[in-house]
């Protein structure tokens, strides 16, 4: 079967099969109670910090709890009272620690305000009631302006510790990246903040973002190979298989490691497509291709592949109730019917493939290329730029395109004047001033392109996002504090980009909605 569902128009995504955009009370309300337990952590985990005592289990709650709340739409009952659990137990202890160091040295001990309930026999009830007035306080305390920047930072923040946790997993510890989470998180302790402040904050948390971003990327190819064009097949082949899901490369090769000896296929879907890219995942027999074509059709995607599927860390999938018994994770925390990968034993996956149905024959598919060479692409920018003086550059950035959006970049680029020279990350037709580059899901290109453009030429560059998820919030609002001239982001069936984060963006931090290809071609053009 060839999963090609994006030219149809519609999206088999969460929002449409389920109606869960939005998060329901109960959930709302026991996040709002983990966020009180985060700020209150991060007061003392900095006090702790500030005398030189780094506790790694502060490290290890802070972390896991965030990357619990990046990956889930829904804190489940379960879920919180693992998380309740863990912070009844280790906040006594950091509280005492941070007491008797104040003894010790004959100081008085500062005390916020904790606003939660140190007793692990309280009822859950209890913890939504609390979390129901915590949401209500903030909501008073703060005007909305305010109130968006905060969603804002929480959203970087979640992205922040992904990326932590993905560049610890390459056996590097972000010790400076952690230390200014904890200084975001105690800011809670103490609203309302200004508004300038929180502006600067949350392009210092972008530009941190960022930055981790690029060392993972630069690990990668240390550890991978160089980056390069490939094709990729979205076939499928006789026999049993497993699919792996999400981002975190580092996971599909422990998959590949342990399945490489059996008979067992490996595809891949969203995000990981982005490991074909690098030369050492091509020497894997047993890594089939891509199977579908990402989270907008995860729901078809996911009913119709014929083995287990492998959650990696962090993957912002919330269908676990409809495929219980062929869903695995390596993540901290999991739903019912989720099976947990512990230490990465892989025995109850290759069971479960081995007893599935696999593919009871083979569907040829066109295959799709995919990646580029950052050396050989700059070297035909330098070729391209300097052979015609063009004005400016736009880059559109690729992926999650809803059809009314493909309908949009394809007007634009028909439309876009023979003096301006179009990068697009995404198919389309080529022209002497159009650059197509089927990057699909190498969120990194957009900053490492603009930085080369802005470092080496004189020329103005207009930006547009077509989708944003949590990373690219990173490098988008990184990129509104650098030389760029407008930055568009789309608003068509996003995850991150609700009207109140895309209200904070346009009225702070000048990013502009895409609304017509004659309103947007005539903003970028004029002043020219």
């Not at 996002?465 to 930055?487: A, E, G, Q, W």
């Amino acid at each position: 079967m060839c999963i090609m569902n994006n030219e149809s128009g519609y999206q088999y995504d969460r929002c449409i099969s389920r109606g869960i955009c939005s998060i329901n009370p109960t959930t709302a309300s026991l996040q709002e109670v983990i966020i009180l337990y985060l700020k209150n952590i991060a007061f003392y985990g900095l006090k702790l910090e500030k005398a030189g005592i780094n506790d790694e289990k502060i490290y290890n709650l802070v972390l896991n709890t965030i990357s619990i709340l990046s990956s889930s739409y829904e804190i489940s009952v379960q879920n919180f009272k693992v998380i309740n659990s863990a912070f009844q137990t280790e906040l006594p202890r950091i509280i005492s620690i941070y007491e008797n160091m104040c003894a010790k040295n004959g100081v008085e001990c500062e005390k916020p305000d904790l606003g939660i309930i140190l007793d692990k026999t309280t009822d859950v009830n209890d913890y939504i009631r609390l979390g129901e007035k915590e949401f209500n306080k903030r909501i008073h305390s703060s005007t909305l302006q305010v109130l968006n920047l905060y969603r804002i930072m929480f959203i970087l923040v979640k992205s922040m510790t992904v990326n932590m946790l993905m560049y610890e997993s390459y056996g590097h510890k972000p010790s400076e990246e952690f230390s200014f989470i904890l200084k975001i998180l105690n800011l809670l302790n103490f609203p309302p903040q200004k508004q300038e402040k929180l502006k600067s904050l949350i392009l210092e948390a972008a530009k941190m973002d960022s930055g981790l971003m690029s060392a993972i990327r630069k690990i990668q190819e240390e550890k991978y190979g160089n980056q390069g064009q490939t094709e990729v097949s979205f076939s499928t082949t006789k026999g049993k298989a497993v699919m792996v899901v999400g981002s975190n490369i580092r996971e599909l090769e422990n998959v590949l490691e342990e399945l490489k000896s059996t008979e067992i296929d490996v595809y891949t879907h969203d995000n990981m497509m982005l490991a074909h890219t690098f030369p050492k995942f091509r020497e894997y027999k047993n890594l089939k291709g891509q199977y579908g074509k990402g989270m907008e059709s995860c729901l078809l995607d996911f009913s119709t592949f014929p083995g287990p599927i492998i959650l990696t860390k962090n993957s912002l999938y919330n269908v676990e109730n409809l495929y219980r018994g062929t869903l695995f994770t390596t993540d901290f925390a999991y739903s019912k019917g989720v099976i947990p990968i512990i230490n990465n034993d892989f025995s109850k996956v290759i069971k479960s493939a081995e007893n599935s149905r696999g593919f009871k024959s083979g569907k040829e598919c066109a295959a799709e290329k995919t990646g580029f060479s950052y050396e050989n692409l700059f070297k035909l920018l330098n070729e391209k730029l300097n052979k015609i003086s063009y004005k400016q550059v736009i880059i559109i950035g690729a992926r999650g395109y809803s059809s009314e959006e493909k309908e949009y970049f394809k007007k634009l680029i028909k439309h876009v004047p023979k003096d301006i020279f179009v990068i697009s990350m995404s198919c389309c037709d080529e022209n002497e001033n159009i650059l197509c580059l089927n990057t699909e899901y190498d969120n990194l290109a957009m900053l490492k392109i603009t930085d080369y453009i802005t470092g080496n030429f004189s020329l103005d560059v207009n930006i547009f996002f077509p989708y944003c998820d949590r990373h690219t919030l990173s490098i988008l609002l990184f990129l509104s504090s650098k030389n760029v001239k407008n930055i568009f982001v789309g608003t068509k069936n996003q995850t991150v980009l609700k009207p109140n984060i895309s209200d904070g963006l346009k009225t702070d931090f000048n990013v502009l909605e895409i609304t017509t290809p004659k309103k947007d071609l005539s903003l970028i053009t004029e002043n020219t």
